[in-house]
């Protein structure tokens, strides 16, 4: 088992930034591939980005690339989403989700069913 608690959600204007954060424990943190998806009022939840065990590789959806970074420390066991010059389009809550590499291998990092462990989410509001 793994346990995800995602931090750092709030409200802010557009053009601002925010930095999400999500804590993992239970298991080898460095045996994941991590994702970032978000879920808006009556839509279903998305793929944000993605990155895999070590860090070496990401991956973002085309409406977030060149604003949003991913990162992750495995010495801590955190995974980050730097979301910068936020548009209102972007309020969702955001949920961070891990798959062991040996279930779903980098090819397959955004497909959300294959996540296998799920934080609660956090709310990101952008105001215009």
């Known amino acids: 088992q793994v346990q995800l608690v995602e931090s750092g959600g709030g409200l802010v204007q557009a053009g601002g930034s925010l930095r999400l954060s999500c804590a993992a424990s239970?298991?080898?943190?460095?045996?994941?591939?991590m994702g970032w998806f978000r879920q808006a009022p009556g839509k279903e939840r998305e793929f944000v980005a993605a990155?895999?065990?070590?860090?070496?590789?990401?991956d973002y959806t085309d409406s977030v690339k060149g604003r949003f970074t991913i990162s992750r420390d495995n010495a801590k066991n955190t995974v980050y989403l730097q979301m910068n010059s936020l548009k209102p389009e972007d309020t969702a809550v955001y949920y961070c989700?891990?798959?062991?590499?040996?279930?779903?291998?980098?090819?397959?990092?955004?497909?959300?069913?294959?996540?296998?462990?799920w934080g609660q989410g956090t709310q990101v509001t952008v105001s215009s």
């Open positions: 989700a891990a798959v062991l590499t040996v279930v779903a291998g980098w090819v397959d990092r955004r497909k959300e069913f294959l996540y296998d462990y």
């Open positions: 239970g298991r080898t943190f460095s045996n994941y591939n």
């Open positions: 990155i895999s065990w070590s860090g070496s590789s990401t």
